[in-house]
């Protein structure tokens, strides 16, 4: 079973304000929608296939009693006061198959079940996707899993068809990695590895973020888990939240910065 980064979720409380910031460090975005039924409302920045999802809660009496749905409960318990990177989730062309493979893991699956969000334009987008119940040994929300009922190659005709994939100001930008932040390594590294299906690479260090680091190579983003081995930004995320997602890497910028965004730092280079 193989799968493809397809998007991060960063967790906001005006996903407008978002497009505004990016527009302001050279990326572009657009509004996604909003989903009916869980409450929610989105804007979206892609890089080809893989793009990011800033999202909020819009209707908070329909968010509120949503139970099958783990990203839109943790959105509700953040949300408005501390907004972050939150997860990620996985592309796959065999919702079923992958549910069989992580139910073989021993995990609780919730799904698969339809997804569904109204576009700007007034049509209708759908999808098919499920969540791994947390455990409460997960430092941070599991990776969810999606599929879109299309092959790569058909999506993102698509996408680039409605304006959504497009060139950046700021040049070819591709999403490098995600770096999350880990009290227990090793072990959030294994059960990462076995959700994903893939083998980790021997550990290095970082000292940009004085960090020891574990990555797992994937298809259209790389996950990069790192415990702090000094002061640094790996320490200071973990005393501010805890563990979990707190840096994007990008590649391909004309001009080299670093954002600090809605709680979580955004690196070009």
Not at 22 to 34: A, D, F, K
Not at 71 to 99: F, H, M
Not at 224 to 232: A, D, Q, R, Y
Request: hydrophobic share 35%; proline share 6%; with cysteine.
């Amino acid at each position: 079973m193989k799968f493809n980064f397809d998007h991060l979720v960063h967790l906001v409380k005006e996903p407008e304000r978002a497009l505004r910031e990016l527009t302001q460090i050279g990326l572009v975005g657009s509004m996604g929608g909003e989903h009916s039924q869980w409450g929610s409302f989105n804007s979206l920045c892609y890089f080809g296939l893989s793009y990011i999802e800033f999202l909020g809660i819009n209707r908070p009496e329909t968010a509120l009693k949503v139970d099958d749905n783990e990203l839109i409960k943790e959105a509700v318990r953040e949300l408005p006061g501390n907004e972050g990177l939150s997860t990620i989730a996985l592309r796959t062309n065999d919702i079923e198959g992958a549910a069989e493979y992580i139910r073989k893991l021993g995990r609780v699956v919730k799904g698969p079940f339809p997804g569904r969000r109204t576009r700007q334009d007034g049509s209708i987008l759908e999808w098919s996707m499920f969540f791994v119940e947390r455990l409460a040994s997960d430092e941070s929300l599991p990776p969810f899993f999606i599929d879109w009922k299309q092959s790569d190659r058909e999506r993102e005709q698509e996408l680039k068809q409605r304006q959504l994939i497009r060139e950046h100001p700021l040049g070819p930008v591709r999403l490098q990695e995600v770096l999350f932040a880990s009290q227990s390594l090793d072990a959030t590294v294994a059960t990462w590895s076995a959700l994903c299906n893939l083998e980790p690479e021997q550990p290095f260090d970082d000292p940009e973020i004085a960090a020891r680091c574990i990555k797992l190579r994937l298809p259209g983003g790389d996950l990069v888990f790192c415990s702090p081995t000094g002061p640094g930004l790996t320490r200071q995320r973990l005393s501010a939240k805890g563990p979990g997602p707190f840096l994007v890497r990008f590649e391909g910028a004309e001009a080299k910065q670093t954002k600090d965004l809605f709680g979580s730092e955004y690196q070009f280079h």
